[in-house]
C-alpha cells in the first residue's frame, strides 16, 4: 500500500473545458470532508467536481466515487481505478471542471477526469502506507524525557499529556512501534 508524499495539483484546458485536480492524502473522514470542501468552496462557478477516495479503516478499505453529474462511470470512476490499481489508501482525488461548451463525448470525458487526475497524482508523489495507531501510555515524571525520545525515535507524534501523579501520555504511532513501546512501558 502507498499514500501521497504532498499535495498535487495541475491544470488543463481540453476543447475549451477547464479541468483542475488536486491529489492529497487525508488521515480521516474529517480531513477529506475539508479537503473536498475546500477545493469546492475555491471553484464555486465550476459545473463539475468529480471526485475518488479510498480509506484505512478498522472495518477495512472503504472507496467511493462520484460523477458529480456526468455521464456515469465517465468521471469519478476513472479516478476511482488508477487509486485501486497503484494501491493508494488514505488519499483522494477531486477534478473540477469548467465547461467550455463543447460536448466530450463519455471516452472524451474519461480521458480528460482521469488524465487529468493521473497529472496531479503523479505531481503528489508517493510513499509507502504507514498504519498509525492511538497508543495511551502513563510513566513517572523521571522517564517523562526518555519516553518523548522514544516516541520521536519510533517515527510517532504525542499527541497530550494530562500530568497528576503520573504523566498520562496520548501518541500517535506505527502500529509495530506501538508494540515495541507498550512492552517497555
Known amino acids: 500500500m502507498q499514500t501521497f508524499s504532498q499535495l498535487g495539483q495541475t491544470d488543463q484546458t481540453i476543447n475549451k473545458s477547464r479541468f483542475i485536480a488536486r491529489a492529497a492524502r487525508c488521515e480521516n473522514e474529517r480531513e477529506l470532508a475539508l479537503f473536498l470542501r475546500q477545493f469546492a468552496s475555491e471553484h464555486q462557478s465550476a459545473g463539475h467536481l468529480a471526485y475518488a477516495f479510498r480509506m484505512k479503516t478498522a472495518e477495512g478499505i472503504v472507496a467511493r466515487f462520484s460523477d458529480a453529474g456526468e455521464p456515469a462511470g465517465t468521471a469519478g470512476k476513472p479516478i476511482q481505478q488508477m ?12 477534478v473540477i471542471r469548467y465547461y467550455g461548451g463543447i460536448n466530450l463525448g463519455t471516452g472524451g470525458l474519461v480521458r480528460a477526469y482521469g488524465g487529468t487526475a493521473r497529472q496531479a497524482m503523479d505531481q503528489a508523489g508517493t510513499i509507502p502506507f504507514i498504519e498509525m495507531v492511538h ?4 510513566t513517572s515524571y523521571k522517564r517523562v524525557d526518555e519516553l518523548t525520545r522514544e516516541v520521536q525515535r519510533l517515527n510517532g507524534e504525542v499527541l497530550d499529556k494530562q500530568f497528576d ?4 501520555f ?4 506505527p502500529v ?5 513501546l507498550q512492552a517497555k512501558y
Not at 487509486?83 to 477531486?94: E, I, K, S, T
Not at 501523579?165 to 498520562?168: D, G, L, S, T
Not at 509495530?176 to 515495541?180: H, L, V, Y
Request: neutral net charge; proline residues 0%.
Open 135 to 138: 497508543l495511551k501510555i502513563s
Open 165 to 168: 501523579e503520573a504523566v498520562h
Open 83 to 94: 487509486l485501486d490499481g497503484q494501491n493508494y489508501v488514505n488519499c483522494c482525488v477531486a
Open 176 to 180: 509495530d512501534a506501538a508494540r515495541q
Open 170 to 173: 496520548l501518541l500517535k504511532l
